[in-house]
């Protein structure tokens, strides 16, 4: 089986389980902040959907996490109850975008933007 192009973290495991059938790609999942941190540490996936809201903390206040683990990573933020300068802090500390859990299809739009963004980019650097 090949490596998980995206992980999901979130703690939602019916919207997880869909999200993962509506991507049809390789897709890895965890619940909780420590669960994605370390399937991001050992997967490497390219793309990270990261719920804010989670049982064990906030995923804004652990982007920073995520970046250490996986320095480029590709990350979409979920969440329905950021306020707008909560989205700009995540959007400067280097996640693509934020967007709201209720859209699963522009969800499922942008990550397939940012697997092929991701493997043109790793292709270019094999090549280097």
Known sequence: MPPPLVLIVDDDMRLTAYLARRLDVPCSTASTLRGGLELARILQPLVIVLD????????LWSLVDFFDVKPDALIIMLSGYMSDHEVQIALDGGVIMVLDKVDIDHLRRWVE???ARGER?????AFH
Do not use: E, S, T, V
């Not at 980019?121 to 650097?125: A, K, N, S, V």
């Open 52 to 59: 804010d809201r989670l049982p064990d903390g906030r995923g």
């Open 113 to 115: 933007i940012l697997i």
């Open 121 to 125: 980019i790793h292709q270019r650097r």
